[in-house]
């Protein structure tokens, strides 16, 4: 049997440049990198995606990543890198955000691999409200509302985005900068479409909110018919 020797790891983040001609010029993505040094060779693989929008002082990003290793690593909470409020709230949901998706796909071995987690020593973060969210969602896919969306050439992060805003009226009727932090802080309608509202910037919002004001007359025309197609359906006898 092959044994290979394992050495420790090294969490970092990575900046790539990367050109767009929609854009008409070049931007800079994110990525949490892991190294690992098998049998004298370097491993690396991405951990987790952070967009384009991660916008953490370069400065934090050594703590940052150590203070997700302790936490996927179970460490004791008194010897845990102390980060400022936002910091921490960050380190907690892209360490929840690696274990989810490790979980949900085929590699939910290679995170045992990884990390040991001890299911006694798991705290609840981040909990999130979904009830009022889950009924809206019914109700969107009920009208097909979604569909309509689709077929006005919405895209996935405008979908997503859409959602959030119609959601958002239905239940907690606000401004979009406090949409844009019900998304974020309070509800967990991203964890019911599969969307991380924590990388949304507040801009994509306001657009969307231009977008369906835009459609305005198809959105309602689409809703009244399908209203009257649920409301008025000749009775069965």
């Known amino acids: 049997m092959d044994h290979k020797v394992r050495h420790a790891k090294n969490m970092y983040i990575r900046c790539t440049s990367t050109s767009s001609s929609k854009a008409k010029g070049s931007y800079y993505t994110y990525r949490l990198v892991e190294t690992e040094r098998i049998d004298g060779k370097v491993k690396q693989r991405t951990v987790l995606n952070l967009g384009r929008h991660f916008n953490v002082a370069k400065d934090d990003w050594k703590a940052l990543t150590g203070r997700i290793s302790q936490i996927l690593e179970s460490q004791d909470s008194l010897l845990a890198i102390e980060l400022n409020v936002e910091l921490e709230q960050m380190a907690q949901n892209y360490a929840a955000r690696i274990i989810s998706s490790c979980s949900s ?47 006005l050439g919405f895209n996935q992060p405008q979908m997503a985005a859409a959602l959030g805003n119609i959601v ?62 649920l409301l008025l359906r000749p009775a069965v006898i």
């Open 105 to 151: 796909h085929t590699t939910h071995s290679s995170l045992s691999a990884h990390y040991s987690i001890n299911p006694d020593e798991m705290k609840l973060i981040r909990p999130r409200r979904v009830g009022v969210e889950h009924l809206a969602l019914h109700a969107i896919t009920q009208l097909g509302l979604d569909q309509k969306l689709k077929a």
């Open 168 to 229: 958002a009226r239905m239940a907690y009727p606000t401004s979009e900068l406090a949409t844009h932090h019900w998304l974020q802080q309070i509800s967990g309608l991203g964890e019911l479409i599969n969307y991380h509202y924590d990388e949304m910037p507040l801009e994509r919002l306001y657009r969307i909110s231009d977008q369906l004001w835009k459609h305005k007359d198809a959105l309602e025309k689409h809703l009244y018919q399908q209203e009257r197609n």
